[in-house]
């Protein structure tokens, strides 16, 4: 069974910068698309950065030019470099693949990142 593992969620504070790893711990057939998605509390999960198996990346609104996102498909990892976080970045960060082949999509454990001075 596929898992993602993911690593680098923390305090930091507003200004400052971390960087999220996310592994898959097998090979993951036909990844069409990996991704970060984000939870505050009270609020729906949404998508935070995107990337294709092409190589071509999308961004909430929010985030544009502050976070980037790296991936690799044939690896299974996808990391994401968040800067100029502010508090409103606080959350839980999911990784997340999506494959044309079942079970179609995996999903991380979730890491905490805090945003606070």
């Known amino acids: 069974q596929v898992q993602l593992v993911e690593s680098g969620g923390g305090l930091v504070q507003p200004g400052g910068s971390l960087r999220l790893s996310c592994a898959a711990s097998?090979?993951?057939?036909?990844?069409?698309?990996m991704g970060w998605y984000r939870q505050a509390p009270g609020k729906e999960r949404e998508l935070v950065a995107a990337?294709?198996?092409?190589?071509?990346?999308d961004y909430a609104d929010s985030v544009k030019g502050r976070f980037t996102i790296f991936g690799d498909k044939a690896k299974g990892t996808v990391d994401l470099q968040m800067n100029s976080l502010q508090p409103g970045d606080t959350a839980v960060y999911y990784c997340n693949v999506r494959s044309l082949l079942s079970p179609y999509h995996y999903w991380g454990q979730g890491t905490q990142v805090t945003v606070s001075s």
């Open positions: 097998q090979r993951i057939f036909g990844i069409a698309v």
């Open positions: 990337i294709t198996g092409g190589g071509i990346p």
